[in-house]
């Protein structure tokens, strides 16, 4: 069963985050399985090119920032409609206040929603009971770059002596990925423990928030802001470094922290949804109150002077990553919710294999 799928994100590469990430990985993985699919901006790409491509079912990457995009299109051509929240777009109003009217307008008018893990689907059932039955857990998916067979020489080429610890942290510059709440656990760690480097991959979103963090971090003797990253070079980070650090205020299901765990690398995360959705404490990483810097520094500071610790936890998600987040999964439970999708609306078109 085929059929042509129009995958709308509101971030496509080479700009580097989670939803690019995702567009591309269901983009190759849905292709593999017979379907024609294009990927769609929809803050460079117009709906009319969308509607020149006649898709069979739209799919959106966000509840929140293609809205327009959607209505516009949706306004001259209705089809099945699948919308992914990938955590910003319901986290910051869920189980706290009442959505905002466009994104409960496409919440309750789309025909398939997907979120991440189940806690997610949970409260949105809570706090939206008319979404109940159309919502489906589908968790994002990872693969190992094989980097980490290159560990040592990575190591050599960044410069980490063999005395040292490298702290790695790849999130794009924003407020709700809470950074300066890392600088400071990182800068009180810094008086406790020596040899410690750290470094930051990630696009800047907001710059005022940039210009804060940096200022902050005139304060570490050993911090190293890397900018946008390619994803080849982030793996290969990954398999350089000796911990992995997230302290997002809220996560849909952080792909950072599986590409951390696919690689070995052992995460020290804030205990917050999506976090703990792939982070199970002390059995392949370490959890943390967000509002705790107390915790954090003594979080990492424990994996800083244990190496056994930081093995043991580190293969324990590897182990997770590659077995419970594989990208043949994610992309058959898509073409499952598709073929569930049209053929409630009957019309899937065959299509040739050319």
Known sequence: MTGRIAIVSPYTLPFCCGNSFLAERLKEGLSGNGFTVRLFNSSVDAPREAAAFEPDLMHTLNADRPYPWIRTFRAARSIPWVITLTGTDYNSWCGIKDPPAHIRESLEGADALVVFHSEAREVLEDCLPALRGKIMVIPQAVVSSGALARRVELRESYGIGSGETALLMVASIRPVKNLRFAIDGLIRLQRQVGGVKAWLAGPIIDPREADNLF??????????????????EVRELMAAADVFLNTSLNEGMPGAVLEAMAEGLPVVASDVTGNRAVVAHERNGLLFPVDRVDALVTALKRLVLD????????ESGRQVALRDYSAEHEADAHQDLYRNVLGGFGRLRAHSAC
């Open 215 to 232: 200022a902050d971090a005139r304060q570490l003797d050993h911090f190293s802001y890397l900018g946008e990253v390619p994803p080849d």
């Open 307 to 314: 190496k056994r610790l930081r093995a043991s936890l580190g």
